[in-house]
Every structure is written in C-alpha cells, then in structure tokens.
Nanobody, 125 residues
Framework: QVQPKESGGGLVQAGGSLMLSCAAS????????MAWFRRAPGEDREFVAA????????IYADSVKGRFTISRDNNEHTAYLQMDSLKPEDTAVYYC??????????????????WGQGTQVTVSR
C-alpha cells in the first residue's frame, strides 16, 4: 500500500504560478502511475493531469493543457504539478492519486487505488 501526500497549495493571483508536490510513502518498490484531480466547491471531481509509471506518457485535461505540466522523480517517489497562468476557475482542492493501471485509464479516477488528503489552491482575480 502507498500513501500519497500533497503539498504546495496556497493563494495566488490570476496569472501567477504554483507547484504542487505529491510524495508517496509506503510500498514504493512498486512504481505507480500518478495523477492529479481537483474538486471545486459544489462541483464534481475532475481529472487534471496524469503521468505513467515510467514518465513516458502524460495526459492533460483540455482546460489545463498548455498551462500545467506534470512530471515525476521516481528516485524520490514524488510527482509534481507545475501550474502556470493560473485562472480563478482553477480554484479547487487538488488531490494526488496513485495506482497500477493501463495507460488507457490514466484519466479515470475509478482505476486509481490510493488518494491523498488534498491541498487547497485558490486563485484570486
């Protein structure tokens, strides 16, 4: 079992940047696919970005494509989400997740096994 833990959230003005980190602890001998999802107040959880276990495949939601970059450091068992050109509509709790799944399922929350507690990102106008 592995436990993801997010950090790096906060308050930023529109147009600014933040980097989220997700450190995985526990059974890190298995290399997991990792992803970021988010949930805005009153909204359903939505997919943001994902990266395969090797790092060779990354996918993004259309709403963040070109502004967000997901990466990972397998030596440190950590994934990152660099968020640039932030917009007020990016305000949400961001969750990191890890799982063993096929690349075709990278954007589907159902296939991830382990979830972090979330970190708040607030973008002011």
């Amino acid at each position: 079992q592995v436990q993801p833990k997010e950090s790096g959230g906060g308050l930023v003005q529109a147009g600014g940047s933040l980097m989220l980190s997700c450190a995985a602890s526990g059974r890190t001998t298995i290399v997991y696919a990792m992803a970021w999802f988010r949930r805005a107040p009153g909204e359903d959880r939505e997919f943001v970005a994902a990266i395969s276990s090797s790092g060779s495949t990354t996918i993004y939601a259309d709403s963040v494509k070109g502004r967000f970059t997901i990466s990972r450091d397998n030596n440190e068992h950590t994934a990152y989400l660099q968020m640039d050109s932030l917009k007020p509509e990016d305000t949400a709790v961001y969750y990191c997740t890890a799982g063993v799944l096929k690349p075709i399922h990278l954007s589907e929350g159902f296939f991830y096994h382990y979830w972090g507690q979330g970190t708040q990102v607030t973008v002011s106008r």
